[in-house]
């Protein structure tokens, strides 16, 4: 069974950092697309960042210069290094892996950028 485990969430001031793991397990494959999703209270879910297996990414306007998406390890590792964050970062992000046409999501983790 695959499993995606998020860490690194928390509270920030505004322009400070953050650091999103996630982790995949339960399968001995290689994801071919991982990436990050995130959801504000009372709007839709969307894309932060995403990355191939092959190391290609792919960021939202909103967060390109600021984000940086990588994949380490055993490759079913996935990293977003946030900076600058701003209080319109703040929501819950979620892992997500993609295999053979299947989407596999985290739990989520609360990140929190006050003015």
């Known amino acids: 069974q695959v499993q995606l485990v998020e860490s690194g969430g928390g509270l920030v001031q505004a322009g400070g950092s953050l650091r999103l793991s996630c982790a995949g397990s339960g399968s001995i494959f290689s994801f071919n697309v991982m990436g990050w999703y995130r959801q504000a209270l009372g709007k839709q879910r969307e894309l932060v960042a995403t990355?191939?297996?092959?190391?290609?990414?792919n960021y939202a306007d909103s967060v390109k210069g600021r984000f940086a998406i990588s994949r380490v390890g055993a490759r079913n590792t996935v990293i977003l290094q946030m900076n600058s964050l701003k209080p319109d970062d703040t929501a819950v992000y979620y892992c997500?892996?993609?295999?053979?046409?299947?989407?596999?999501w985290g739990q989520g983790t609360q990140v929190t950028v006050s003015a």
């Open positions: 990355i191939t297996s092959g190391g290609s990414a």
């Open positions: 997500n892996a993609v295999r053979t046409g299947t989407n596999y």
